[in-house]
């Protein structure tokens, strides 16, 4: 994972002192604008005579637009030279597969911003499993096989996970915290990429953005 982009989140919460980027867009006097005649959109970001915008659907729920605003956001710190060009990063562009990767920056860049490492191994127990992981290993015997040592940590984790009833799933901490779950998904990558050792990392899908709007109520 590209440590530029997290790098470059963290710097951004630290100079504009917030991690909502409808305060940070405007803080960069970046102009932000509702979508009016394409209901299918979700979101866009593109540069229009040096002017930087930001499109937004009105009919988004709160956690789709704080979580589009913040992936747009992404592209406005990352790719406002391609935007520049004249291309606009929406729904019919932005998705395709030759541009997965600036999408993937996005998404990156966006957890990241959203949400703080606590935000996420607090409400998933990990600092206590942590504690139980550090003295299974430190217990269990050096030439103990692979397969043994997978079963023992099988064993650990389904003995703290029902043992810890108030453990979060991501859904629920994205619905607590009231951001799109995929958002959580790439954070729990980025805390492994940090070097923390989680119990369980989701897969990730460059299209979540898109399929999010399914759920949208368009008027």
């Known amino acids: 994972m590209n440590t530029r982009i997290i790098d470059t989140a ?30 299918d959109l979700l979101g ?16 988004c729920t709160a956690a789709q637009r704080i979580s589009a605003l913040a992936h747009e956001l992404g592209h406005a710190l990352f790719d406002r030279k391609h935007a520049s060009s004249g291309q606009a990063f929406q729904d019919t562009y932005f998705y395709s597969l030759d541009n997965s990767k600036a999408e993937r920056r996005a998404n990156i860049f966006a957890s990241e911003l959203l949400l703080s490492d606590d935000d996420i191994l607090k409400p998933i127990g990990y600092y206590e499993f942590n504690a139980d992981r550090i003295h299974l290993e430190t217990n269990m015997p050096s030439h103990a096989s692979a397969a043994y040592r997978a079963m023992k940590y099988q064993e650990l984790l389904q003995e703290f996970l029902y043992t810890h009833g108030d453990v979060l799933t991501p859904a629920e ?16 990558n980025i805390l492994a990429a940090k070097g923390y050792q989680l119990p369980v990392l989701p897969e990730l899908h460059n299209d979540f953005l898109k399929d999010s709007m399914k759920n949208s109520e368009v008027k």
């Open 173 to 188: 901490i994205a619905q607590k915290i009231e951001i799109e779950k995929h958002f959580v998904d790439f954070k729990l």
């Open 44 to 59: 866009y970001y593109t540069v229009l005579l040096n002017c930087e915008y930001i499109g937004i659907n009105p009919n």
């Open 10 to 39: 963290d710097a951004v919460v630290r100079r504009y002192k917030t991690r909502n980027p409808e305060e940070i867009i405007s803080q960069r006097a970046i102009k932000l604008k509702d979508i009016r005649f394409c209901h």
